[in-house]
């Protein structure tokens, strides 16, 4: 996370836990939105040998995840890069904020937002995008390397200029939903300087829910094409609803929908979006392309069980939570630094629009330090779909723990994952399970035996 994306961090605080993808994204995403799209690249030549060593694996009953060498190389070095990327951009990213509060732009934006007009959301629809697209700019290198990155792994396919197309509309759509959610919370702050983090926090929860619930009509089109499931594939929504019926669960086929990743990427996935009406099952079409239909109904049964175990609602509330905590902490930490160097920075106090700039500095360091802890969860949601998946298919796919565990190597084939991940940065930076651990809890995992009990499909 990179500092100067606070905004956007911001949001995908709350979005990005409340968007249960079936796998996660190395390079972190170019967008603080928590989609993997932007910011993956991909292929050219490498997915024929992909294609082979599946076929390899579908002969062959599968004990562990394990690459060729020459990939398991690549897959390391595509990782480290990303690590690379992501700490050494976190620093990158508070030189920048740093740089920009010491060449007091901030204070000289809000000035000329004020002689520009005297309406107070006037002056947001000024100030937010003169310093949105400032740090935006800085920070263009590192959205640029992760995309190179991601090329040069094969892992997008997105040319050069889409991609800068689609980088650019992210930063206009942040810097749209940061004018309002900034002109609110400063409207907040000059009637409470003391309690706006709590009264700032009542009011951008309903800006934030409404937000998730309208991402998958509104924000998700803007980047990628969306065609009904039934329409493109009717074999496969038949194959699903054997699945859905296994599990007792009514998902109608308008609530399953393939997504036309194939034009900016290789990496395979699937994710659940939005909540109640605006709920759905999506699975990109590259994954249909690379994986059988039984393996594609474990993919399935995996974000059923998002679906069913309600994990966007959950989601939701615990990054409301969390942002509650966040908005605390960064009360205190800004009264604390403009009282130190507010006057170096040219700002007044907590009231002065100004203090944006500080308020993301830390708002980018929190997020960083919390990383770990809502990674955590991550992972916890995201084995219990796993467990779901597994239990949804057994008995309706032939040997569905074989099956599951195939469709983990394809998918980490795919993705280019490092089977020996270091312990640290899974704990850091890993929002889902390591695929060597998701395939041995795929082969392992047996409540059929006699006193034992699948968790939650009977
Ligand atoms: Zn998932």
Same mark, same amino acid.
């Given at each position: ?68 060498? $020459? ?24 030189? %920048? ?53 991601? @090329? ?42 003391? +309690? ?32 009904? @499931?039934? =329409?493109? /594939?009717? $074999? ?8 859905? $019926?296994?599990?007792?669960?009514? %998902? ?7 997504? =036309? ?34 393996? %594609? ?35 205190? $930490?800004?009264?604390?630094? @403009? +009282?130190?160097?507010?006057? +170096?920075?040219?700002?007044? /106090? ?58 983990? =190597?394809? @998918? ?22 390591? %695929?060597?651990?998701?395939? =041995? ?18």
């Amino acid at each position: 996370m990179k500092v100067g994306k606070a905004a956007a961090a911001f949001l995908s605080c709350f979005l990005g836990v409340s968007l249960c993808m079936w796998a996660g994204s190395q390079v972190p995403p170019a967008s603080g939105a928590a989609r993997s799209g932007a910011g993956q690249a991909p292929p050219a030549a490498p997915s024929a040998s992909r294609g082979g060593s599946h076929d390899a694996a579908a002969g062959q009953a599968i004990t562990a995840y394990t690459l060729p060498p $020459a990939e398991e190389r690549q897959a390391v070095e595509y990782e480290r890069a990303g690590d690379w990327l992501y700490f050494g951009g976190f620093a990158y990213g508070l030189a %920048i904020l740093l740089l920009v509060l010491a060449w007091r732009l901030p204070p000289r934006y809000r000035d000329w937002a004020e002689r520009t007009t005297r309406c107070r959301l006037g002056q947001a629809a000024v100030f937010v995008p003169l310093l949105f697209f400032t740090l935006a700019a800085l920070d263009w290198p590192l959205d640029a390397a992760g995309h190179w990155i991601g @090329l040069h792994f094969h892992q997008s396919v997105e040319a050069w200029s889409p991609w800068l197309w689609d980088w650019a509309k992210e930063q206009m759509v942040t810097s749209a939903v940061a004018i309002v959610l900034v002109w609110i919370l400063y409207s907040i702050v000059r009637r409470s300087a003391r +309690r706006w983090w709590l009264y700032f926090w009542l009011a951008a929860l309903p800006v934030l829910f409404f937000l998730v619930f309208i991402s998958p009509y509104v924000l998700e089109p803007m980047f990628y094409r969306f065609h009904p @499931l039934a =329409q493109r /594939d009717p $074999a496969l929504v038949a194959e699903l609803e054997k699945v859905c $019926a296994h599990a007792g669960v009514e %998902i109608p086929p308008s609530r399953m929908v393939l997504m =036309q990743a194939s034009q900016k990427t290789n990496s395979l996935n699937a994710y659940v979006t939005g909540f109640g009406a605006s709920k759905r099952v999506v699975v990109w079409d590259t994954t249909v392309a690379r994986m059988t239909s039984p393996e %594609i109904a474990f993919v399935f049964g995996h974000e059923m069980g998002h679906y069913v175990l309600h994990h966007v609602v959950w989601g939701m509330l615990i990054g409301a939570a969390a942002l509650l905590g966040l908005l605390w902490l960064c009360s205190g $930490a800004l009264r604390w630094s @403009l +009282r130190r160097w507010g006057a +170096r920075w040219a700002i007044r /106090d907590a009231n002065d629009g100004a203090s944006l700039g500080v308020l993301w500095l830390w708002i980018s360091i929190f997020l960083f330090l919390g990383s770990p802890l809502s990674n955590a969860v991550s992972r916890h949601f995201e084995h219990e779909a796993d467990r779901y998946g597994l239990e949804v298919t057994h008995g309706i796919v032939p040997d569905s723990a074989q099956n599951a565990a195939r469709a983990f =190597q394809v @998918l980490g084939e795919d993705d280019l994952s490092n089977p020996h991940p270091s312990p640290f940065i899974v704990f850091w930076l890993y929002s889902h399970p390591p %695929i060597s651990a998701r395939v =041995q809890f795929a082969l392992h995992y047996d409540p059929w035996g006699p006193g034992r009990h699948p968790r939650y499909v009977r």
